[in-house]
């Protein structure tokens, strides 16, 4: 039988009798060889049905046969994975199934008698080392050549060894072979297994060439992240049934059945579009009436389709230009050039994710497909269970295929320490949970997600393999910090030497940070001359794209004509001086943003302001809401201040902290805000006037002229300061070279100009050159030293788990995620690593009633509110997912690496044993946060108080 489906006829009594896997439950089991033909067949069934063109065609273009040699090697690689197994060390585990092993004549010590030595010996590095053993004993290969294919064998658990390992591993023979007669037996079983599978899985012919390979390290990555799925796929019972089975066994219809029941969608097709710009943007998306693509738009799918090759398209222009849609329509065109399988949406938070979600549906949903052609779609981030339209389309894709435990056995995680959330059916069901979600087509996520893919975790080659078939789409680039693009400039590098697709969108991307990304995806040296032309350019609009083997190119499309003045204005830092200023400038109507940069500034402000224009006036926006309260004030917003604008009031005033800087389409007729570095300032000024109102009434006569009032800031100081607080946020320095460019408009009164003025501002303010009046020079230099200190120290802290770049071709991933964090990826820990936090502390908050029982928050809408919680039996599943909906981040004071243990300490009193069960995954090993209405709660020193209209309050217990 051919394809690797009789591998038993290939071998004899004793090589049939090793065993590779356990039913711990029962009596079933599984010998290796069948493991072994099941793990290559599906191996072979990915590579021809699910891997995109691009991995195919980076793995084959690294052997002498293309294509045909990339399936063969990705197929005996995963035959071999388990060789491991047939060794002492592993095979003494459970010994009714060693015990046959010995009556086939190899013997071995019981697992007491090998002891703690045994975790010399992980299976994976025996396997390594008996495949590298055998490619230079039976094949002659050179041993500085084996590692390069080994490993792949070596780091099928998720990280590849290192070489003191495989050192110490080859001083300690006895674990590999038992010493003595049955020595030989072992040595022969093992050759005869690996034989058997370089004849059967057709390498046999081929391994004499291989032997002058030079595997890329990118080649390593993507053939390891493809053998840990075909081996838990081929470990999934499920699909494939242990032994005893019945009579007539037939490796061929097993695997037929297992691939129906896994019932995987294959990737994304696209077909290259000849169709004009106009026609593809009416197809794609609802464009409203009369609506015309912009001139950006069409330069990015022009760009997309005439640049040299698949790589980094950088755009930059103004907010509300569609960048979105232009994003979507240039990665179409990319991913045909690519052979490019699927897209990857990375933004910078949850909110602004679960926002996008819908939009890239609606996108998917008007795409060109073939009949019966199934794209999976994932929303990736930690709370994306709870998000509606992710849930809607889990429950239109429901399945029964179980997924394969990979760390092990499950366990309820302790109270406060974060799980990897409940198992829930996704698009395809295999292709939920941390580790694969990011394997689906499509993938709408934060930016951590791809930031992961630089961080030295457990199983992160399947991170790499899930990019490096699709088109990385990174909308906000300018959002992230130092350590965060420490990341991400790392992430690049490697996406460029996967050949991935890459879209970058910016309303206020610093120059030297456009060379940076371009430098970054190209590999290229910080002192590399053909990238200074991307540092100067100044226009804007301005395109950049950049691809393997050529010089950088730039467009220059036009402006839309959108856009206009804003007049700047300073206003002093007194709650009574604002609301006075807001009372005669909303005298005659209209509605007003307050961004403050802490959510003290906003809840302090909203208290004044409330007493002056009425509750009802007033509503604040800011982080500290639980997540459904947040969700709705985000509706809240888009309902009366969106583009419909049915239900605008006549005067509100709306007091927000930056969560109004990004993704909701939201129009003020006036804006008051604390000083902010200037790109994220000029953020802020796109929610003035945003929006054209032909047919709605006018602003109010005061209000036609858009204004921004500046506050946060000490103006009587000879060099403004801004308050205590905003400089925590972002630092002095970036405060100060904000206020240094802005000093003409506020000075001379010269309104912005947008969006004519955004790049040359944000390029002031980024750029080296001096800024302000002569007479801040020396505050101004004093900010830069500490900035570039604390810059200095970021880059270096990110360095620690950061992986290192591609290395040459024919180098070993061997130590690759040497002193990395574990599993630590899409975690807490995880998190706060790639964004240089410091860990933070979530908590769901129940209601405590007057009897002192539990329930979810009355006023929670879709009828989840007042959900019983009892406290001593499983909540039942509806109230457990509420309750779930419910979940709140502490601000950071209380969980400080001196704070954090008494908090957990505090709320771990509400730990119940009944919730602690696999049966209630929504809350086993959460933290409790139990509040009552109008009744502040203690915790660890501290008042906090929860009101559906401010969120969380938090003030010390003395003051």
């Not at 590999?176 to 690996?194: D, F, I």
């Amino acid at each position: 039988m051919a394809g690797g489906l009789d591998l038993r006829a290939r071998l004899s009594a004793e090589a049939r009798s090793v065993w590779a896997k356990h039913d711990v439950l029962g009596e079933g089991w599984l010998p290796l060889w069948c493991h072994m033909q099941d793990s290559a067949a599906v191996a072979g069934l990915l590579w021809d049905c699910w891997l995109p063109e691009r991995v195919r065609v980076l793995v084959g273009g690294a052997l002498p046969d293309g294509e045909v040699d990339g399936r063969l090697l990705a197929v005996w690689l995963a035959g071999v994975h388990d060789i491991g197994k047939a060794t002492p060390a592993f095979a003494c585990q459970v010994d009714a199934l060693a015990d046959r092993m010995r009556d086939a004549g190899l013997e071995m010590p019981y697992r007491a008698g090998l002891g703690a030595d045994r975790r010399l010996a992980p299976h994976g590095l025996a396997g390594q080392l008996l495949l590298q053993e055998w490619l230079k004993e039976r094949h002659g290969w050179p041993g500085r050549v084996t590692g390069q294919f080994a490993v792949v064998v070596g780091g099928h658990h998720g990280v590849p060894p290192e070489q003191v390992a495989l050192l110490e591993l080859d001083g300690r023979a006895e674990l590999v072979r038992t010493p003595g007669g049955s020595e030989g037996v072992w040595r022969r079983v093992q050759g005869e297994l690996l034989d058997a599978c370089a004849a059967e899985f057709g390498v046999e012919g081929r391994l004499g060439q291989w032997r002058g390979v030079r595997l890329p390290q990118t080649v390593q990555v993507v053939l390891s992240g493809l053998v840990i799925m075909a081996d838990w796929i081929a470990s999934n019972p499920d699909l494939f049934p242990y032994f005893p089975l019945e009579a007539g066994f037939d490796g061929g219809r097993r695997v037929a059945a297992a691939w129906r029941g896994l019932d995987l969608p294959g990737p994304w097709r696209p077909r290259v579009s000849q169709a004009g710009v106009g026609e593809l943007f009416a197809s794609r998306f609802e464009l409203p009436r009369g609506a015309v693509v912009r001139p950006v738009q069409a330069a990015a799918v022009e760009m997309a389709r005439t640049m040299p090759g698949a790589g980094l398209l950088i755009v930059e222009a103004p907010m509300g230009e569609g960048k979105t849609e232009a994003a979507l329509a240039a990665a179409e065109v990319l991913a045909a050039r690519a052979g490019a399988g699927g897209v990857f949406f990375a933004l910078p938070t949850m909110a602004t994710s679960n926002a996008m979600f819908p939009r890239v549906l609606d996108w998917l949903e008007r795409l060109p497909a073939e009949g019966g052609e199934r794209l999976s779609v994932l929303l990736a981030h930690s709370k994306a269970a709870l998000n509606k339209d992710a849930a809607e389309l889990r429950a239109h894709s429901r399945q029964r295929v179980a997924a394969v435990d990979v760390d092990g056995a499950q366990r309820v995680p302790r109270a406060g320490e974060e799980g990897a959330g409940p198992v829930e059916l996704v698009a395809h069901q295999w292709l939920a949970g941390r580790k694969k979600g990011l394997l689906s087509s499509f993938v709408v996520g934060t930016v951590d997600q791809l930031l992961f893919a630089g961080l030295k975790a457990r199983h992160l080659v399947l991170r790499h393999l899930a990019v490096a078939g699709k088109v990385v789409v990174i909308d906000e680039a300018h959002a992230y910090d130092t350590y965060m693009n420490a990341y991400l400039d790392r992430v690049l590098g490697w996406l460029g030497a996967y050949g991935v697709p890459v879209v970058v969108l910016s309303a206020t991307l610093p120059a030297a940070r456009r060379r940076e990304l371009a430098q970054a995806y190209a590999g290229a040296g910080g002192g590399d001359e053909r990238f200074a032309a991307v540092e100067q350019a100044r226009e804007y609009p301005l395109l950049t794209a950049v691809c393997a083997g050529h010089d950088p190119l730039l467009g220059r499309p036009a402006a839309s004509g959108r856009g206009g003045e804003v007049r700047l204005e300073r206003l002093g830092d007194d709650l009574e001086v604002l609301a006075d200023r807001l009372e005669a400038e909303l005298a005659g109507g209209g509605c007003a943003l307050v961004v403050r940069n802490t959510i003290d500034r906003v809840l302090e402000a909203a208290e004044v302001l409330r007493g002056r224009f009425g509750a009802e006036a007033v509503s604040v926006a800011h982080a500290r809401f639980i997540d459904t309260d947040r969700a709705e004030n985000d509706r809240m917003l888009l309902e009366l201040f969106g583009p419909d604008g049915s239900r605008r009031p006549g005067r509100y005033i709306v007091v927000a902290s930056q969560v109004a800087e990004q993704s909701l389409d939201v129009d003020f007729d006036l804006l008051v805000s604390d000083v902010a570095p200037v790109d994220l300032l000029l953020q802020r000024v796109g929610r003035l006037h945003r929006h054209q109102r032909p047919e709605r009434p006018e602003r109010p006569a005061r209000l036609r002229e858009a204004r921004c009032l500046l506050t946060g800031v000490d103006w009587s100081a000879l060099v403004p300061a801004p308050v205590r607080g905003s400089e925590a946020v972002y630092g002095r320095y970036a405060l100060l070279r904000s206020l240094a460019v802005l000093h003409p408009h506020l000075e001379e009164e010269r309104a912005l100009s947008l969006p004519d003025d955004i790049s040359a501002l944000v390029q002031a303010a980024y750029g080296d050159g001096p800024v302000g009046p002569a007479q801040w020079a020396p505050v101004l230099e004093e900010a830069r030293l500490v900035h570039e200190e604390l810059r200095l120290e970021k880059a270096k802290a990110a360095d620690v788990f950061r992986i290192r770049e591609a290395g040459k071709d024919g180098r070993s991933l061997m130590g690759w995620l040497a002193g990395g964090t574990g599993d630590a990826d899409d975690t807490r820990a995880g998190r706060a690593q790639v964004r240089d936090s410091s860990e933070s502390l979530e908590v769901i908050v129940v209601e405590e009633l007057e009897d002192g029982s539990l329930a979810t928050v009355s006023w929670a809408g879709e009828g989840r509110g007042g959900l019983p919680l009892p406290t001593g039996s499983v909540p039942s599943p509806k109230a457990a997912k509420a309750a779930a909906a419910c979940g709140l981040r502490l601000p950071a004071r209380l969980a400080k690496p001196y704070m954090i243990d008494r908090v957990i300490a505090e709320l771990e009193r509400f730990y119940f044993e009944s919730w602690q069960v696999k049966e209630n995954p929504w809350l086993a090993g959460q933290l409790i946060l139990p509040i009552r209405r109008d009744c502040p709660t203690l915790l660890a020193g501290f008042r906090l108080m929860y009101t559906r209209e401010n969120g969380l309050e938090v003030s010390s217990a003395d003051a």
